[in-house]
């Protein structure tokens, strides 16, 4: 029973569920920032503006990983502790070698270049470790990436008994985290952090690998039986999450000019929270960085504010929550009433 | 005893889908302390029926009588209330659990929340032992075999007084001897006031086992009568398949050309030793009913599951890999559409080049011009009845849905199609423009394997036919105006 279609059919005017829903965001952080200028005195200097995006590379950077992982339909909780393992690597890897007679002092006296790449690589180890039981023996990624997470940190913490390294570093260290553009305030990180968003942006748009993430994210047994190597894909997915983590960690030691085991405690959960509110659906096959970045910026928005409102910051937590269950139910309601 | 109450009336029952109606106007009466059978082919509307009646779906329009009572039930365990227990394929028990612990399991007496020993307990125990002696109460039911398994849902649907226990295929995965014992149990529960329905493709059941049966085809009721005035198997086959009309088409003959597929000794836990060849341009077509093994065939020659032999395709071994198979040039459209096939959530366009994203793409980039033409050449060639392709594939109908997925494996432009259940669940429209794709196809010299459990449609399009039953294949033949239907219908219901 066909019904005789017109010929001429629709293109591309439709506006992507995706899209309309990082529009939709940045409605709310529209909303938000007017109501944050309101109630706290000089939020809206350009001043502070900048530093909502600044103060928060990080977390943008884990954020794109965790996007990724979570349009596959999973979730990469290791990231944090990746940070501090991969921070606390690069420290120990070049540190002077028997310079001193305190344990935390001596390291391995690598060249710095050479301690970065291999802390990097550790920090693909961690993200190849998850995709083994992930993507091989099919755990649930949220336990997985749990387990690696205690054993990073606690590897972290047996390299620095429980505390840091922070000396007999050689000069180079301090460079990557702390080097600005010249002329600006603008430092490495946030460079990296806005190369890599934009790289993220037209990788997720415009290739073949990024497409079939969405794919097996909307439904792993259809792409697997399109052909599709599940297990590749996530394997390499989770291995790029590590990857960022460890890029993040080696900024965070050189900017502090130390590994620090405690670095990075809950960055995990941050980084899933702006994906969230960025509207990357916990089901899978949905979602995108830029919307990922805008939660970023609406998380901080509602944590400055409240700090600017002089709220103690023993309720950051309790805020996070509270922002994170809002978040969801926007989402929730915004895509409900589209689909009605 | 002579059962003449009617313990459930159904009275012009309609359930409609989108764009197909499932049961069609269907009335007849199911009398007491009877065991009555339904029978017909797959899509006849059977499963449709009884998940109205057990409460699955909610029915579009008519009415059902249970003991002269309204019946309309919200769920299974409302159904069980209500009186209408059943026997699924997949049993309901909790295999960590003991028979008795099974046999209250839902329906505890507690306090504060403690489980009590009540006579209820005692009285499911008492059922159980009056029916199958040898089943301790506190065995695991892990250790029970699955005819056993069947008994305990029997003794618990008994003990909480169910007045119709439904068995959907209880002997489809049971020993012979083990049938012999369930059936002496189902021919008893007449005397504990108990009405059976009672569904299976295997006919001979039917026979010894049925007061009454009823036939259904196509959604409709066909016939209800007392088993005792069916003459024969044939008898019951004739109503099954009924007077179809086969399009007129004249089988092709490929015998000249070397075989594109060589299968060798096939096996894995489901296939038994299967071998074959197909030729180029051929529309093979395997038959067989549900559990032969046709889906676990069309799988392990698409390499997405494991098996033992030899898969030879264009004179290259094949490795059990879908991405392998893919790159050789076969491409499979799965039996589940919405959960194999397709992206329900992504759009037409997004769908259509998931099977051969180099097609549309420049060193890894996708380039947008060529996904949208992609898209839009094959809604236009396949006919998709949709206003853009931007639409999500969720929000089409059975037929265009099962187009997509077509389109999705034809755009990976393989050699080989395979069709696993090709027109399940979409209406007669679609059926017979899907058939005419496929005939198109095959003229243009692509191979074709079709796995279907509808013998019409394996008459209707294919060259040669391959009878599955249980794993084996147990015959080949061309396809020919004179084959006697009958006769296939004899060989995948387990006749020798």
Same mark, same amino acid.
């Given at each position: 029973?066909?019904?005789?279609?017109?010929?001429?059919? &629709?293109?591309?005017?439709?506006?992507?569920?995706?899209?309309?829903?990082?529009?939709?965001?940045?409605?709310?952080? *529209?909303?938000?920032?007017?109501?944050?200028?309101?109630?706290?005195?000089?939020?809206?200097?350009?001043?502070?503006?900048?530093?909502?995006?600044?103060?928060?590379?990080?977390? *943008? &950077?884990?954020?794109?990983?965790?996007?990724?992982?979570?349009?596959?339909?999973?979730?990469?909780?290791?990231?944090?502790?990746?940070?501090?393992?991969?921070?606390?690597?690069?420290?120990?890897?070049?540190?002077?070698?028997?310079?001193?007679?305190?344990?935390?002092?001596?390291?391995?006296?690598?060249?710095?270049?050479?301690?970065?790449?291999?802390?990097?690589?550790?920090?693909?180890? #961690?993200?190849?470790?998850?995709?083994?039981? &992930?993507?091989?023996?099919?755990?649930?990624?949220?336990?997985?990436?749990?387990?690696?997470?205690?054993?990073?940190?606690?590897?972290?913490?047996?390299?620095?008994?429980?505390?840091?390294?922070?000396?007999?570093?050689?000069?180079?260290?301090?460079?990557?985290?702390?080097?600005?553009?010249?002329?600006?305030?603008?430092?490495?990180?946030?460079?990296?952090?806005?190369?890599?968003?934009?790289?993220?942006?037209?990788?997720?748009?415009?290739?073949?690998?990024?497409?079939?993430?969405?794919?097996?994210?909307?439904?792993?047994?259809?792409?697997?039986?399109?052909? *599709?190597?599940?297990?590749?894909?996530?394997?390499?997915?989770?291995?790029?999450?590590?990857?960022?983590?460890? &890029?993040?960690?080696?900024?965070?030691?050189?900017?502090?000019?130390?590994?620090?085991?405690?670095?990075?405690?809950?960055?995990?959960?941050?980084?899933?929270?702006?994906?969230?509110?960025?509207?990357?659906? #916990?089901?899978?096959?949905?979602?995108?960085?830029?919307?990922?970045? #805008?939660?970023?910026?609406?998380?901080?928005?509602?944590?400055?504010?409240?700090?600017?409102?002089?709220?103690?910051?023993?309720?950051?937590?309790?805020?996070?929550?509270? #922002?994170?269950?809002?978040?969801?139910?926007?989402?929730?309601?915004?895509?409900?009433?589209?689909?009605? | 005893?002579?059962?003449?109450?009617?313990?459930?009336?159904?009275?012009?029952?309609?359930?409609? %889908?989108?764009?197909?109606?499932?049961?069609?106007?269907?009335?007849?009466?199911?009398?007491?302390?009877?065991?009555?059978?339904?029978?017909?082919?797959?899509?006849?509307?059977?499963?449709?029926?009884?998940?109205?009646? =057990?409460?699955?779906?909610?029915?579009?329009?008519?009415?059902?009588?249970?003991?002269?009572?309204?019946?309309?039930?919200?769920?299974?365990?409302? $159904?069980?209330?209500?009186?209408?227990?059943?026997?699924?394929?997949?049993?309901?028990?909790?295999?960590?659990?003991?028979?008795? @612990?099974?046999?209250?399991?839902?329906?505890?007496?507690?306090? %504060?929340?403690?489980?009590?020993?009540?006579?209820?307990?005692?009285?499911?125990?008492?059922?159980?032992?009056?029916?199958?002696?040898?089943?301790?109460?506190?065995?695991?039911?892990?250790?029970?075999?699955?005819?056993?398994?069947?008994?305990?849902?029997?003794?618990?649907?008994?003990?909480?007084?169910?007045?119709?226990?439904?068995?959907?295929?209880?002997?489809?995965?049971?020993?012979?001897?083990?049938?012999?014992?369930?059936? $002496?149990?189902?021919?008893?529960?007449? @005397?504990?006031?108990?009405?059976?329905?009672?569904?299976?493709?295997?006919?001979?059941?039917?026979?010894?086992?049925?007061?009454?049966? =009823?036939?259904?085809?196509?959604?409709?009721?066909?016939?209800?009568?007392?088993?005792?005035?069916?003459?024969?198997?044939?008898?019951?086959?004739?109503?099954?398949? !009924?007077?179809?009309?086969?399009?007129?088409?004249?089988?092709?003959?490929?015998?000249?050309?070397?075989?594109?597929?060589?299968?060798?000794?096939?096996?894995?836990?489901?296939?038994?030793?299967?071998? %074959?060849?197909?030729?180029?341009?051929?529309?093979? !077509?395997?038959?067989?009913?549900?559990?032969? !093994?046709?889906?676990?065939?069309?799988?392990?020659?698409?390499?997405?599951?494991?098996?033992?032999?030899?898969?030879?395709?264009?004179?290259?071994?094949?490795?059990?890999?879908?991405?392998?198979?893919?790159?050789? !040039?076969?491409?499979?459209?799965?039996?589940?559409?919405?959960?194999?096939?397709?992206?329900?959530?992504?759009?037409?366009?997004?769908?259509?080049?998931?099977?051969?994203?180099?097609?549309?793409?420049?060193?890894?980039?996708?380039?947008?011009?060529?996904?949208?033409?992609? $898209?839009?050449?094959?809604?236009?060639?396949?006919?998709?009845?949709?206003?853009?392709?931007?639409?999500?594939?969720?929000?089409? +109908?059975?037929?265009?849905?099962?187009?997509?997925?077509?389109?999705?494996?034809? %755009?990976?432009?393989?050699?080989?199609?395979?069709?696993?259940?090709?027109?399940?669940?979409?209406?007669?429209?679609?059926?017979?423009?899907?058939?005419?794709?496929?005939?198109?196809?095959?003229?243009?010299?692509?191979?074709?394997?079709?796995? +279907?459990?509808?013998?019409?449609?394996?008459?209707?399009?294919?060259?040669?036919?391959?009878?599955?039953?249980?794993?084996?294949?147990?015959?080949?033949?061309?396809?020919?105006?004179?084959?006697?239907?009958?006769?296939?219908?004899?060989?995948?219901?387990?006749?020798?």
């Amino acid at each position: 029973m066909e019904i005789k279609q017109p010929q001429k059919l &629709i293109i591309g005017n439709k506006l992507s569920d995706e899209s309309f829903i990082t529009l939709f965001m940045i409605g709310v952080l *529209i909303i938000l920032f007017g109501l944050a200028c309101l109630v706290v005195p000089n939020f809206y200097l350009p001043k502070n503006i900048l530093n909502l995006i600044t103060n928060n590379w990080f977390i *943008i &950077i884990l954020g794109i990983g965790v996007t990724f992982v979570l349009i596959t339909g999973n979730y990469d909780m290791s990231v944090g502790a990746n940070i501090a393992l991969t921070g606390v690597l690069s420290v120990y890897f070049c540190q002077g070698a028997n310079v001193s007679q305190n344990t935390l002092a001596n390291g391995l006296g690598l060249p710095y270049g050479v301690a970065v790449v291999l802390a990097l690589l550790c920090a693909m180890g #961690v993200g190849a470790v998850n995709a083994f039981f &992930i993507a091989k023996l099919k755990v649930p990624s949220i336990i997985v990436t749990l387990g690696t997470s205690m054993l990073a940190r606690g590897t972290a913490q047996v390299i620095t008994q429980g505390a840091q390294r922070n000396t007999s570093l050689p000069d180079a260290f301090g460079v990557l985290g702390n080097w600005n553009l010249p002329g600006t305030p603008f430092r490495l990180p946030l460079l990296i952090m806005i190369v890599l968003i934009t790289a993220a942006f037209i990788f997720e748009r415009k290739t073949i690998f990024a497409r079939r993430i969405y794919l097996i994210g909307a439904n792993p047994e259809a792409a697997r039986l399109s052909g *599709i190597n599940v297990a590749k894909y996530l394997t390499m997915l989770y291995i790029f999450s590590g990857l960022l983590a460890g &890029i993040t960690g080696i900024l965070l030691a050189s900017e502090y000019q130390a590994g620090v085991s405690s670095r990075a405690m809950g960055y995990e959960f941050d980084a899933l929270v702006v994906t969230l509110l960025g509207g990357v659906s #916990v089901a899978g096959g949905f979602g995108s960085v830029l919307g990922m970045f #805008v939660g970023a910026i609406i998380l901080s928005v509602v944590t400055s504010a409240a700090t600017g409102m002089l709220l103690s910051p023993d309720w950051q937590f309790t805020l996070k929550g509270i #922002v994170t269950f809002l978040a969801i139910l926007a989402q929730r309601y915004a895509l409900d009433k589209r689909k009605g | 005893m002579e059962p003449t109450e009617n313990v459930l009336e159904i009275r012009n029952l309609v359930k409609d %889908f989108p764009g197909v109606r499932a049961v069609n106007d269907v009335s007849f009466v199911i009398k007491r302390n009877t065991v009555h059978c339904l029978v017909g082919e797959n899509g006849a509307g059977k499963s449709t029926l009884i998940k109205i009646l =057990t409460g699955a779906y909610t029915r579009t329009s008519g009415q059902i009588l249970l003991k002269g009572e309204e019946y309309n039930p919200h769920n299974t365990r409302d $159904a069980k209330q209500k009186g209408i227990s059943t026997l699924f394929q997949e049993l309901n028990v909790v295999d960590q659990l003991t028979v008795e @612990e099974n046999l209250t399991l839902g329906m505890e007496d507690t306090t %504060f929340g403690f489980i009590r020993r009540t006579e209820k307990i005692n009285k499911m125990v008492e059922v159980l032992n009056s029916i199958e002696p040898s089943i301790k109460p506190n065995q695991l039911v892990s250790s029970l075999s699955v005819a056993k398994k069947q008994i305990v849902e029997i003794a618990k649907a008994v003990a909480s007084e169910a007045d119709i226990i439904i068995m959907d295929e209880p002997t489809a995965a049971i020993s012979e001897s083990e049938i012999v014992r369930l059936f $002496a149990i189902i021919k008893n529960l007449r @005397e504990r006031n108990v009405t059976v329905i009672y569904i299976s493709h295997r006919l001979d059941e039917i026979f010894e086992l049925g007061d009454y049966v =009823t036939v259904m085809r196509d959604g409709k009721h066909i016939e209800t009568k007392p088993v005792a005035d069916v003459h024969d198997r044939s008898e019951l086959i004739k109503m099954m398949i !009924g007077k179809t009309v086969f399009e007129q088409y004249t089988p092709r003959s490929c015998e000249s050309s070397e075989p594109i597929l060589q299968v060798k000794n096939l096996s894995n836990h489901r296939l038994n030793n299967v071998s %074959f060849e197909i030729r180029p341009g051929e529309i093979a !077509g395997f038959y067989g009913l549900v559990g032969a !093994g046709k889906t676990e065939l069309a799988r392990a020659l698409y390499g997405a599951d494991a098996y033992e032999g030899e898969i030879i395709f264009k004179g290259q071994k094949l490795k059990p890999e879908t991405e392998n198979a893919i790159n050789a !040039g076969i491409t499979l459209v799965p039996e589940e559409r919405r959960t194999q096939g397709l992206f329900t959530i992504l759009t037409i366009r997004s769908n259509v080049p998931v099977m051969n994203m180099s097609k549309i793409s420049r060193g890894g980039f996708i380039n947008n011009a060529l996904e949208q033409n992609a $898209a839009l050449e094959y809604v236009d060639k396949l006919k998709i009845a949709t206003n853009t392709i931007e639409k999500e594939a969720a929000k089409l +109908s059975g037929g265009n849905q099962q187009k997509v997925v077509l389109a999705k494996c034809l %755009f990976a432009d393989a050699d080989l199609l395979m069709l696993d259940e090709p027109t399940r669940g979409i209406d007669v429209g679609a059926k017979s423009e899907i058939y005419s794709i496929i005939r198109q196809l095959a003229k243009e010299g692509k191979t074709i394997i079709i796995f +279907s459990s509808e013998l019409p449609e394996v008459m209707n399009i294919c060259d040669s036919i391959y009878l599955l039953y249980e794993g084996c294949l147990k015959s080949t033949m061309r396809n020919c105006p004179e084959i006697n239907s009958e006769n296939v219908l004899h060989i995948v219901t387990g006749g020798a």
